[in-house]
């Protein structure tokens, strides 16, 4: 798992990062509680900086427009609650709708962070070593997105560019732009299934679904340091569901939230979405020392 430098992951078993991310992400689903999703964003960007690198936080901007909608459309579509903000007509706009909506759409920027770092942790050899055995098709799945959207991005840049690039086609108008946007698709929907077509053949020459158990690109072993590492996250687990579980079942946005106040349970939690983090200070430390 030696894919950046910056990966707190890459000294241990891949089921190591699958477990931590995975739970992490379940917990961000699962915790629809204003001051859980605050720490679940915190230590979403926590990982991706230590993952992805500090600088990959100045490509995730557009997700505070994903809160915004969310909580706009909350807003829009929801009147419950008993404060109101604003009227128009019959429709009123109320304060537990918008801090709903909030809260909301840090909970779904969450799970897209903890995503990208998934992502990041682990590559298509290591699902494939991972889920080879147990699910061949999924695994064959995960690690054919993992590849294909990274790449079906950058061709989206390079027709992009070559449009560009051609004075003669560059849109003038809102009418161009959009039919310039639909030329894109078209050619990158084209190209996909071209590489579908080859892709599909060279996989059937290479022997998949004739039976034959898989082999691995790469072996892992689980040392002592993996059953460690394993042991403490499955211990912040069992430790925080019944914590998560009660504080979620304590607090309700309608018709008025609670007021919160500081709780120990909140600690737990901290430190187990700063776990990545601790993981990256103690590397740094060893490597100092």
């Not at 991706?48 to 100045?58: F, H």
């Not at 304590?250 to 018709?255: D, L």
Request: with cysteine; charged share 10%.
């Amino acid at each position: 798992m030696d894919r950046t430098p910056h990966n707190p992951f890459s000294a241990y078993h891949p089921v190591v990062a699958l477990t931590y991310l995975t739970c992490a992400a379940a917990f961000a689903m699962a915790a629809m509680q204003p001051v859980y999703a605050a720490l679940s964003l915190v230590g979403a960007l926590a990982c991706a900086a230590c993952t992805r690198g500090a600088g990959s936080l100045r490509h995730m901007a557009w997700l505070v427009v994903v809160v915004l909608v969310v909580a706009g459309a909350n807003v829009l579509f929801v009147g419950e609650g008993a404060t109101v903000l604003l009227s128009w007509g019959t429709r009123a706009f109320t304060l537990e709708a918008l801090l709903y909506g909030l809260c909301s759409g840090i909970m779904l920027a969450a799970v897209f962070i903890w995503m990208m770092s998934w992502s990041a942790c682990l590559d298509s050899a290591s699902i494939t070593a991972l889920l080879g055995h147990a699910a061949p098709t999924v695994s064959l799945m995960i690690s054919q997105v993992m590849r294909l959207v990274p790449q079906f991005a950058r061709r989206g840049r390079t027709v992009t560019s070559a449009l560009a690039a051609t004075p003669a086609a560059a849109p003038r108008n809102t009418n161009e732009c959009t039919a310039d946007g639909l030329r894109t698709v078209s050619v990158l929907m084209g190209w996909g299934l071209e590489d579908s077509l080859v892709r599909a053949d060279a996989m059937h020459a290479r022997g998949y679904a004739c039976g034959a158990v898989r082999t691995t690109y790469r072996r892992y072993r689980i040392k002592r340091t993996d059953i460690a590492a394993l042991a403490i996250i499955v211990a912040f687990v069992l430790a925080n569901v019944p914590l998560v579980s009660i504080a979620c079942s304590q607090y309700a946005f309608y018709p008025t939230p609670p007021r919160l106040v500081a709780w120990w349970g909140y600690l737990p939690y901290a430190a187990f979405v700063l776990y990545p983090v601790a993981l990256t200070f103690r590397e740094w430390w060893l490597w100092r020392a």
